[in-house]
Structure formats: C-alpha cells, structure tokens
Nanobody, 115 residues
Framework: QVQLQESGPGLVKPSQTLSLTCTVSGGSITTSYYAWSWIRQPPGKGLEWMGVIGYGGSTYRNPSLKSLTSISRDTSKNQFSLQLSSVTPEDTAVYYC???????WGQGTQVTVSS
C-alpha cells in the first residue's frame, strides 16, 4: 500500500522560503501514470491545490501561485518536494501531499508563518 508522509518546518518567518518534502513508501514516484500533488488548507478555509509533478518529472503549478512555487523530486529517495517563496502569514495552513491516481493522502503537516 502506498503511503505518503510530509515533513518540514512547523514554523517559518515571513519572507522566508518554505520547503516541504513528501516521502513515498510502498510504491515508486516514477510509476507510470502516477502524479503527485501538493494541496493546502488554511485555517477555516477550503482546500487549495498548489501543483503536481508527474511520473516523468513534468510539473504543473496553480497559476495563482506559479511565481512563488517550485515542485521537484528526488527519485533516489522516492521523494517529491514543494518550495514556496516569500511566505506571508496567509500561507499558514496544513499542507498535504497526495497520490492522485489512487487518491492517497499524507497525514498533513501544519505550517505556521509568523515572526
């Protein structure tokens, strides 16, 4: 069974870059037709899709966040990552990674942006 686990700092200062990693177990991120996504949920708000990286390494980011986000992967570690630059308190959220093909979510990681 594929499992996903997010990791990263729980607290980030405004204007810094947030880096999160999703470690995948039970399956390979290069499995054909799989895509791996980042999604967040600010407190009291709905889910916001941030971007996706495909099994071949291609990426697509939410146009509203594109200039601030970067998604990458490390196939040797079976991980994919999100970087969000110039964070503000509005980026405070629970961040999730998800395997789209099988609708499998990580447990989520809380990120708070505060000085």
């Amino acid at each position: 069974q594929v499992q996903l686990q997010e990791s990263g700092p729980g607290l980030v200062k405004p204007s810094q870059t947030l880096s999160l990693t999703c470690t995948v177990s039970g399956g390979s991120i290069t499995t054909s037709y799989y895509a791996w996504s980042w999604i967040r949920q600010p407190p009291g708000k709905g889910l916001e899709w941030m971007g996706v990286i495909g099994y071949g390494g291609s990426t697509y980011r939410n146009p509203s966040l594109k200039s601030l986000t970067s998604i990458s992967r490390d196939t040797s570690k079976n991980q994919f990552s999100l970087q969000l630059s110039s964070v503000t308190p509005e980026d405070t959220a629970v961040y999730y990674c998800k395997a789209l093909a099988i609708e499998q979510w990580g447990q989520g990681t809380q990120v708070t942006v505060s000085s």
